[in-house]
């Protein structure tokens, strides 16, 4: 940052969503996962070490940690796996809802008990084949419940029929299906609410993870925030299967333009004025997107409604609550929330700032 400009390339972190669904296709496949930009994110090393600590024994305690891909992940995968396995997480993992995945294994067939409350972490598998068929999910609360059957049903001899309620997030399904294709799946989009996947094999194949669209929201957050910008995501493309590739869309509001290059998309302001009109922004599609949004609506004291944040609740924290605490440190917010929307007034007021400040993470990554 020079003269208040934001200027140079950045190399964004292979995508954790397309890491992670690659890893689960390759331990349904049986063979060893060969890829180039493979995440480095905490999530996919822990990935691997959990995938590659069941992989010869037949009974183990698995820790998920706080990764809530990770945990409804393999939650399906040691349902298919026989042995015995407890599958557990830390506190915030333990509070986060898993009844939608845990009931639809039930109904083909898988034994999951929890060992706690019911529709929650811990929980007991005793794994085994199995054989698919039809069922019905809910999938108000996370996409990775649908993901996690997914990914298995092409091993499956009846593959799944999977109608989905209520969906969200459904450019995460979407990416799913995506890599299942590249790895040789048989999908069919039987209408808006069905999806059909075929028996069959997963095929070894060179898997290019693409750069991650959610890292580069908050590089799209300090180009609004910036008063002159010329930044290049390298290797970045506006059209990638990760849904939150819409924050090339998004941020025109906050007066930033992504233009596509050979070597990635380079970002820069195309007006220097903050909206003076409310926004309406939904981001039922892309949650991850709210923490980059909300803060720079915030920061530019832009009035706004954001809606689709009803997952938020469910993440890694209260990601709304979280983002509200920690900016409550710097203005008097005026927020209007229910469970579907949250509404900003723009007439913000600085608080009194002290020499030293502290930020809590929240244990949340994007919260940091």
């Not at 995508?15 to 669904?21: A, Q, T």
């Not at 299906?177 to 059909?196: I, K, N, P, Q």
């Not at 909300?294 to 832009?302: K, R």
């Not at 609550?321 to 949250?342: F, G, M, R, T, V």
């Amino acid at each position: 940052m020079t003269d208040k400009q934001l200027k140079g390339a950045v190399s964004l972190p292979g995508s954790k969503s397309e890491s992670n669904r690659a890893l689960m296709v390759a331990a349904y496949g049986g063979f060893p996962l060969e890829a180039e930009n493979l995440s480095s994110a905490h999530d996919t090393f822990l990935m691997q070490t959990l995938l590659e600590k069941v992989k010869n024994v037949d009974r183990a305690e698995i820790d998920c940690e706080d990764a809530g891909t990770v945990s409804r992940f393999l939650m399906t995968y040691l349902a298919c796996r026989k042995g015995i396995w407890i599958l557990t997480a830390k506190a915030r993992m333990r509070q986060r809802p898993m009844a939608p995945l845990i009931e639809a294994l039930r109904g083909l067939g898988a034994e999951v008990e929890c060992l706690g409350e019911e529709g929650f972490l811990p929980v007991r598998i005793k794994g085994r084949q199995l054989e698919g068929g039809s069922v019905v999910m809910d999938a108000s609360l996370s996409s990775q419940f649908a993901s996690s059957l997914l990914m298995a049903a092409p091993t499956w001899e009846k593959g799944l029929r999977l109608r989905l309620k209520n969906a969200v997030s459904m450019p995460y399904i979407d990416l799913t299906l995506s890599v299942m294709r590249s790895f040789g799946a048989a999908v069919e989009r039987v209408d808006d609410e069905c999806l059909a996947i075929h028996h069959g094999s997963y095929c070894p194949c060179r898997f290019e993870v693409s750069p991650d669209w959610s890292a580069a929201s908050y590089w799209y957050e300090m180009a609004a925030l910036s008063e002159r910008c010329d930044l290049l995501l390298k290797g970045a493309s506006p059209a990638s299967q990760q849904g939150d590739a819409k924050v090339t869309e998004l941020f025109k509001t906050f007066g930033v333009a992504s233009c596509p290059e050979a070597l990635g998309v380079r970002i820069g302001k195309i007006a220097s004025e903050r909206p003076r009109s409310p926004v309406a922004i939904n981001l039922a599609d892309t949650p991850d997107l709210f923490p980059a949004v909300f803060v720079t609506c915030v920061a530019l004291h832009v009035p706004a409604r954001i809606q689709g944040i009803q997952t938020l609740s469910y993440k890694e924290s209260d990601r709304i609550q979280s983002l509200i605490a920690e900016l409550s440190k710097l203005y008097h917010l005026e927020c209007d929330i229910n469970d579907h929307e949250i509404k900003l007034d723009s007439s913000l007021l600085m608080v009194d700032i002290p020499d030293k400040l502290a930020f809590c993470a929240h244990d949340d990554h994007r919260v940091v």
